[in-house]
């Protein structure tokens, strides 16, 4: 199993760009589908992205779509979120998470086998 570390989290204005990175340990890395979810204060953990095990297939938030881009480098057993055009409503904590299987259903569900520990994401307006 893969354990996940998550970094890239910072405060940037509203408009602006943040990159972050989920480096995960382990040989099996391109075995496992990526993928993002946040959680905003007072408010559950939500979907936001995720990527086939090769990166050829995603899904987005629909809140996310056309904003963020989720990308893997499975040489360096990497999966990134770039985040554009950042809103105050995406201010939250972001949580990368890995599993096996692929699905819309399994990964909206966020029923996932491996996650990371979070990285803070603060837009100011």
């Known amino acids: 199993q893969v354990q996940l570390l998550a970094s890239g989290g910072g405060l940037v204005q509203a408009g602006g760009s943040l990159r972050l990175s989920c480096a995960a340990s382990g040989r099996t890395f391109s ?3 990526m993928g ?3 959680q905003a204060p007072g ?3 939500e979907f936001v ?3 086939s095990w090769s990166g050829g ?8 779509k056309g904003r963020f881009t989720i990308s893997r480098d499975n040489a360096k057993n990497t999966v990134y ?3 554009n055009s950042l809103k105050p409503e995406d201010t939250a904590v972001y949580y990368c998470a890995a599993d096996r299987a ?4 399994r990964w909206y569900s966020g029923n996932l086998e491996v996650w990371g520990q979070g990285t803070l ?4 307006s």
Do not use: C, I, P
């Open 81 to 83: 979120l770039q985040m």
């Open 57 to 64: 297939n995603t899904y987005y938030a629909d809140s996310v």
């Open 43 to 45: 408010k559950e953990r």
């Open 121 to 124: 994401v603060t837009v100011s």
């Open 36 to 38: 993002w979810f946040r």
């Open 49 to 51: 992205a995720a990527s």
């Open 102 to 105: 692929w699905g819309r259903s």
């Open 31 to 33: 075995s496992y589908a």
